[in-house]
């Protein structure tokens, strides 16, 4: 089966199309990084009219480039949500009208499956049953997965997601939107030991997180630099690489204990902050110690991207679950209510 897979929950258009015998056939992404650079986020107007602008032709690039038609495509995926609802109703129209002209099934996906599944992109997909850490800029969670839409919520973040909490410390350290790679790049220049940041919620038992903290952590400790008359570059770093390694400390801490936990051997980790290098080496040294292993998608992939959606869409299209004639965009959506392959509703919402 043919899929097109459209991303549109937020500030990237992605496109991709999977075939569910070859795999993987072209992709392409449009960041609105410079759009909204101005406005230090993402202003969800200019995020929705910039969808518009763009997404048809990236998809008539990405038939293109893939040697195909429009007429050859067998089934449309697009994000349903969770995210902005004017950019969601931008990929769902398109990919409804264009299910429609074409005569072929249309489905709504959720954005954090798309994300759980990227890595089944790669050359050494993992097998089911695993555990998934999910980390995005609006999501923290720690998933037990035995199959698709077979998901069981083992914890998440009572308040700030860990990406969010990157893009906050960014601010901070007066870095552009957006802030977890350029954290990320200048903790590089830091040096370990200088600052030690605390690890929220690891004392107890328990698979929550918490990121909040963390934020008014990073905020006195620049103010106290900044009275202190030391802000410079070096501190800048040095404060960037105690605050990543907080938060990469604090994830692997937790992942270790959903694996002892669940017995489970895999821990899949999927979302923007996973193409984290220091988070990747960090869950592959603690892990492998438990005999365990670590999967992940490629960068391109763990950021948003049309890749995950046209897969993910692409296993459920193939179950025979499709869209009714409405567009689904739900901004909140809790991923537990998806259903399994196995069970007739389309998407787990009420119609
Ligand atoms: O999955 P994603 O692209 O979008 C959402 O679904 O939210 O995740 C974006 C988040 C942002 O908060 C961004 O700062 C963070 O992922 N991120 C990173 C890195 N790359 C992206 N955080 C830490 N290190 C990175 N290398
Ligand atoms: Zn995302």
Redesign the pocket.
Known sequence: MLVLGIET??D?TGVALYDSTRGLLSHALFSQVDLHADYGGVVPELASRDHVRKLLPLCDEVLAAAGKQRSDLEGIAYTAGPGLVGALMVGGSVAHALGFALGIPVLGVH?MEG?LLAPMLEHSPPAFPFVALLV???HTQLVQVDGIGQYRLLGESVDDAA??A??KAAKMLGLDY????R??ALAQQGRDGIYRFPRPMTDRPGLEFSFSGLKTYTLNTVAAAEQDGVLDDQVRADIARAFEAAVVDTLVIKCRRALEQTGCKRLVMA???S???RLRESLETKVGQLGGSVYYARPEF???NGAMIAYAGCQRLLAGQQDGERIVAVPRWPMDTLPSLSEPRTNGLAD
């Open positions: 929950s937020c990237e954005h994300h995005s800029g609006g990406g969010e990157f893009d957006p802030g977890g790679p954290v990320a979302g923007g902050v193409a984290n290098r763990c950021t948003d």
